[in-house]
């Protein structure tokens, strides 16, 4: 078993995630490694829920939590020889869901245009299989006879991490430039909206029910820009 090192100026939170495979498969319940490293940290999920992580997996966690080795839960999958996504060509519409599944960016292409896996990349987790609408997509072994850490090394696990931090952080940024251009749109509609003049009193309704209808799509998303930052801290 490979030794793993947990430093004792981390949280059990952090401590726990560095010991996971960072494949983000979401096998263990939860959306990602660190929300189910998390999870174990405050005891609201068991250390045997990861069956990319095998057996030994359970070991590393166990060994940290001061717990027994135990099987993993079959609720969660089983433990496996590595797979990674293929993609027939020749069947792909280009439609992205697949791209918009991938937790680590390992598949390329555009709108109506083939999609390809850098296999490299890819952590194996399934995810970008069930969107696909025209089933072109299979999942290969690349490691018969080897399974958990056997299949995946630390190395990969770390990079698989990064890419997954890199990308998590590029849709939030995509969605505050997103939410901030709706915003500005909003405001110059608002503005534009008081500065008519309506002479009849059906005028005059409708500039104010134009102005409602404005100014509660601003309210809604000041409130949501507010409990997300709530959720941040």
């Given at each position: 078993?490979?030794?793993?090192?947990?430093?004792?100026?981390?949280?059990?939170?952090?401590?726990?995630?560095?010991?996971?495979?960072?494949?983000?498969?979401?096998?263990?319940?939860?959306?990602?490694?660190?929300?189910?490293?998390?999870?174990?940290?405050?005891?609201s999920a068991s250390y045997n829920q990861c069956p990319p992580g095998g057996i030994e997996g359970v070991a590393r966690l166990a060994k940290v939590l001061g717990k027994k080795?135990?099987?993993?839960?079959?609720?969660?999958?089983?433990e496996r020889p590595?797979?990674?996504?293929f993609i027939d060509e020749a069947i792909c519409i280009g439609c992205t869901l697949c791209i918009q599944a991938c937790p680590v960016d390992a598949i390329v292409g555009a709108a109506k245009q083939m999609h390809t896996i850098v296999t490299d990349l890819c952590t194996g987790c399934d995810l970008c299989v069930a969107p696909c609408p025209v089933d072109c997509i299979a999942m290969i072994e690349v490691t018969p006879g080897k399974t958990g850490w056997?299949?995946?090394?630390?190395?990969?696990?770390?990079?698989?991490?990064e890419r997954h931090?890199?990308?998590?952080?590029?849709?939030?940024?995509?969605?505050e430039e997103n939410e901030t251009r709706l915003a500005a749109k909003a405001a110059a509609k608002l503005q534009e909206v008081q500065s008519e003049t309506p002479i009849s009193d059906a005028e005059k309704a409708e500039q104010a029910r134009k102005k409602a209808i404005i100014q509660a799509a601003i309210e809604r998303a000041r409130l949501k820009k507010e409990q997300a930052e709530k959720d941040a801290k």
């Open positions: 078993m490979a030794s793993v090192s947990s430093p004792t100026d981390k949280s059990l939170a952090d401590q726990l995630e560095d010991l996971l495979p960072q494949t983000q498969c979401t096998k263990c319940g939860y959306p990602a490694c660190r929300p189910y490293a998390e999870a174990m940290a405050d005891g080795v135990i099987p993993i839960n079959p609720v969660n999958g089983v590595r797979p990674v996504a056997d299949a995946w090394s630390q190395a990969q696990a770390d990079a698989a991490r931090d890199f990308r998590s952080a590029r849709l939030q940024r995509e969605k």
